[in-house]
């Protein structure tokens, strides 16, 4: 079993490698989206540090619907995602193996570069260590969320607006809790409760998402 | 073995074929045939699992092949329309994935085997979107040769292969049905397969 998901996390990362201007499409969306708000805003620090951290989690939300559209849809284009189905793996195990690589190509940048966006709004050191753990933990919820919804749309028309309305409302408890972390950081309440809940939301999304995922797959199929 | 019992299978709300009853043994090669449309792909997208049928069973050694899930993965091979080729991946890592999904510990060895024997060692080190529609066909039907699956369903497996490697698929089916496998397939050509057991299907719309 972890042979298998080694091998689909491999497979699909060599594969973004060798398409790296998807994954560069993403990261840059993301870093313009978050730089556009001190330009438009003004460079009233006060105004911006309490914008920052919903700004940047907003962009993260938007730049992870991005690259959903590409989760699965190469795979079911060229025919590999019937390999996949129809492998003697179980499919939960395949479907996370995609999942962790999709996180790995677009959601890790993210947090990586998030601190340096951060400062565009004046966010204290703390705020900006709370702000990539609150991204660490959020950001994987995102990925398996959206994989549900990408494999539910999959190979309909207008597939990814229809993916955007189903996922996005999911991602609001998300997007409260992340931005709401950094938020608790710099009014001093101290960001525990926030980590914890979407520490809380990252573990049943593991253990459900990937198998919701691999039926929905299953249906789009047929 | 293989066994339809009272199959039905519809597509967006039309009945395709109803009341299918077929078995398939151990070096048994069958031919399903029927015009257009007539629900050839969709039977055999029901016998490999990835289609529900309306009404019946499809069963593997009497238990049905929903319920046996990856052991029943592990004995069938489908090939379909889809060449299932990854324009980025070379034709040997195309089939180095498949054996590992596989679970096979010498995916390496026998894909190069398996590239040999379908004579694209020229093209292993070609991107799979550099290859042309027959070599991509080959690259296809290579995985049959990649393990030991018992039961192969083929759908229209000599499309765009010249002559020539239509007769070296002939033969790769009649060594595998002469080494107690089984074959589905569908097929618009006039391919002779010399089996002692070939058994056809017709489907009508």
């Avoid at chain 1, 972890?2 to 201007?21: E, F, G, S, Y």
Wanted: charge should be neutral; glycine fraction near 10%; aromatic fraction near 6%.
């Amino acid at each position: 079993m972890w042979a298998a998901l080694r091998c689909v996390v491999m497979r699909d990362l060599t594969l973004a490698m060798r398409r790296r201007a998807d994954v560069l499409t993403t990261l840059f969306f993301f870093v313009i989206v978050v730089s556009l708000f001190p330009l438009g805003v003004g460079p009233e620090m006060d105004t911006l540090r309490l914008m920052g951290p919903g700004v940047v989690w907003v962009a993260a939300l938007l730049a992870s619907m991005l690259s959903l559209g590409r989760l699965f849809s190469g795979d079911y284009i060229d025919g590999t995602l019937e390999h996949l189905v129809l492998a003697p793996q179980p499919l939960t195990v395949l479907v996370l193996g995609k999942i962790a690589a999709h996180w790995l190509v677009s959601g890790l940048p993210l947090v990586l570069i998030a601190p340096l966006l951060g400062l565009q709004y004046g966010l204290s050191t703390d705020a900006l260590w709370v702000l990539v753990l609150s991204l660490i933990l959020g950001t994987p919820v995102l990925s398996l969320i959206g994989a549900v919804g990408a494999a539910l749309t999959l190979g309909l028309r207008g597939g990814g607006v229809l993916v955007s309305l189903l996922v996005l409302p999911l991602y609001i408890p998300v997007l409260i809790f992340g931005a709401g972390a950094v938020d608790a950081q710099v009014t001093g309440l101290g960001p525990q409760a926030h980590l914890s809940l979407l520490g809380a939301f990252l573990v049943p999304a593991l253990v459900f998402a990937p198998w919701a995922a691999g039926w929905a797959l299953r249906i789009s199929l047929e | 073995m293989l066994e339809v019992v009272d199959l039905a299978c519809e597509r967006g709300e039309r009945r395709l074929f109803q009341g299918l009853n077929f078995s398939l043994k151990a070096g048994e090669l069958l031919y399903v045939l029927g015009q257009n449309g007539s629900g050839k792909t969709t039977l055999l997208r029901t016998l490999c699992g990835l289609a529900w049928p309306a009404v019946g069973e499809v069963r593997w050694d009497g238990t049905e092949i929903r319920r046996l899930g990856d052991e029943y993965h592990r004995k069938m091979l489908y090939i379909g329309h889809l060449n299932g080729v990854k324009d980025d991946f070379t034709a040997f890592e195309n089939l180095r994935v498949t054996g590992q999904l596989a679970g096979y510990a010498d995916s390496e060895e026998r894909a190069l085997a398996a590239l040999r024997r379908m004579e694209l060692t020229a093209c292993a080190e070609l991107p799979g979107k550099v290859l042309s529609q027959g070599q991509r066909r080959r690259l296809a039907l290579a995985r049959l040769l990649l393990g030991d699956s018992r039961l192969w369903i083929l759908d229209e497996p000599f499309s765009a292969l010249d002559v020539k490697s239509v007769e070296g698929v002939q033969t790769v089916l009649s060594e595998h049905l002469d080494n107690g496998g089984m074959v589905v397939l569908t097929t618009h050509q006039e391919v002779e397969i010399t089996s002692r057991r070939a058994r056809h299907i017709h489907l009508s719309a």
